[in-house]
Structures are given as structure tokens and as C-alpha cells.
């Protein structure tokens, strides 16, 4: 990896067509976890979904400006959609911010437009069928949009959350993903850890030692490897030419 490819600016949008996936779960660490390892770089946190689970979580620990809340999805959302189109091309001009964009469930007000803004698409799920089923019929129609457009990105990278502990088979999953395209990121098991409380979250200095911080890592890891490296990019602009 070369030092230039690792310091291209890159948004990550965090979405599913269903609720209680663990978007804002894993869209807080996440941050959290990029901001501990690219000290130097700026992490913005963007919640757009108006329940802003994640601002008010992530504010009392992010700089001024780092945390943004700009819900999409209602009357307003003209106004911020464009102010939420500013912010995420101010940063990908930037060269080397980094931005975590939370979403609520559906696709509510200009989904398509946001999520065709970022350069990755994170889709967490359960394992369980009734999450997996609209989670793959809402890739295929990511699928389509990228087909009509001709656009290599957003990447998808699904996550399995809430995972059984003990589950240690992941073929099913696997199985599934065969008719999108997307790749598969390691999985974080539903573990009391992870429920957070807002006036006392601590992030991962909260969770330190814990399997769900362990889990974390490996994810945040991954999205190093694959998203922010750029290496994605560059294994799709080869199928492409
Ligand atoms: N890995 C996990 N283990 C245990 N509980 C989890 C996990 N991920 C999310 N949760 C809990 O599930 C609920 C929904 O998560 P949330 O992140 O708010 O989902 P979404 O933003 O997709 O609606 C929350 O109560 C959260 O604490
Ligand atoms: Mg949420």
C-alpha cells in the first residue's frame, strides 16, 4: 500500500432498509476506533437518521465540527441534504478526512443521492432470515442503481451483528451474498457490551477488555484494510478496465 493511496479522503455510509441492525452501534465505534488509529486525520461523525442516536452519543466526545447532526428524512431535509452534500464534498477534497455517515431505517428522503456521495456502504444484519432477506433485496437494488449509473462505488461490505456467540458457521451468510455484490466483513456477536446508554458512553475506553472491544478492533481493522487503503478501489477498477 502507498503512502498516497492511504491518504485519500473517504466517506462510509451506514445503511440498511431495516431498523435495529446496530447502524448507530457500529457507526459509533467504528468512529471511535478510526479516530484512535489515524490521530493525525479528521474522523467526522454524520447522523442524518432524526432519532440521532449517534450524535448524542458521539458529541460529548468529538471536537468541534467532528460530530454533525443533519437528519434526513422529513420537511427539512432539502435544506440538509445539501447542507450534508457540502460537508462530505468539503471533506473528500480534503485528501485525507474520513467520514462516518449514520442513517435511519428505509430509505428515507434522498437515500440513493447520500449513499452515491460515499465511497463504501456498510450493511449490517443479523443472520436471521427476516433481516437477511430485505437486507439482500436492498443490495440488489444498490446493484441496479450501480449498473444504471455505471459507478463502481458505493462498495458494499456487509456486517453480521447480534451474532450468536457461539455461532461459528457462517455459510449461510456466505450463501447469500452470492447474488450481490458485496464482500463479507468479520462478524461482532450480540454481547451485553455493546448496549450503550447515552449520558455515560464512553466509547471503546468503555468497553476496553471486553470481546465486543476485541470484535470491534478486528472490524475496524478490516475497513482500514480493504476501504480506507483504497484496496477496494483499486480490485474494482481492475474488473472494470
Ligand atoms: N452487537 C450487539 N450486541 C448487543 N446489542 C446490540 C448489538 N448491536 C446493537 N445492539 C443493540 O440493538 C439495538 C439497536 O441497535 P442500533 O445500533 O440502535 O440499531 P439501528 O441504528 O440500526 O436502528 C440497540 O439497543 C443496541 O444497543
Ligand atoms: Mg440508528
Request: charged share 25%.
Amino acid at each position: 500500500m502507498s503512502e498516497m493511496a492511504s491518504q485519500i479522503a473517504k466517506a462510509i455510509f451506514v445503511g440498511n432498509i431495516k431498523g435495529g441492525v446496530g447502524k448507530s452501534t457500529l457507526t459509533v465505534y467504528l468512529t471511535d476506533y478510526l479516530r484512535r488509529r489515524f490521530k493525525r486525520r479528521s474522523v467526522v461523525l454524520l447522523d442524518t437518521d432524526p432519532q440521532g442516536t449517534s450524535f448524542e452519543l458521539m458529541e460529548p466526545k468529538s471536537k468541534n465540527g467532528d460530530a454533525r447532526f443533519l437528519p434526513v428524512g422529513d420537511r427539512y431535509d432539502g435544506v440538509n441534504m445539501t447542507t450534508l452534500d457540502g460537508v462530505l464534498r468539503r471533506l473528500l477534497a480534503q485528501n485525507d478526512g474520513i467520514a462516518m455517515v449514520d442513517t435511519g431505517a428505509g430509505k428515507l428522503g434522498n437515500f440513493w443521492q447520500m449513499a452515491f456521495l460515499c465511497n463504501t456502504l456498510l450493511v449490517p444484519t443479523s443472520m436471521s432470515w427476516a433481516d437477511l432477506r430485505p437486507t439482500i433485496d436492498f443490495i440488489k437494488e444498490i446493484d441496479e442503481r450501480k449498473a444504471d449509473l455505471r459507478s463502481v462505488t458505493p462498495h458494499v461490505v456487509v456486517v453480521p451483528n447480534r451474532v450468536s456467540p457461539q455461532q461459528r458457521h457462517f455459510q449461510q451468510i456466505v450463501d447469500a451474498l452470492q447474488e450481490v455484490n458485496a464482500i463479507l466483513a468479520p462478524p461482532i456477536s450480540e454481547l451485553s457490551a455493546a448496549r450503550h446508554s447515552s449520558p455515560d458512553f464512553s466509547g471503546l475506553e468503555g468497553v476496553e477488555g471486553t470481546r465486543f472491544c476485541r470484535e470491534i478492533e478486528r472490524l475496524g481493522e478490516f475497513i482500514v484494510e480493504y476501504v480506507i487503503s483504497g484496496e477496494l478501489d483499486r480490485i474494482y477498477d481492475e474488473t472494470a478496465n
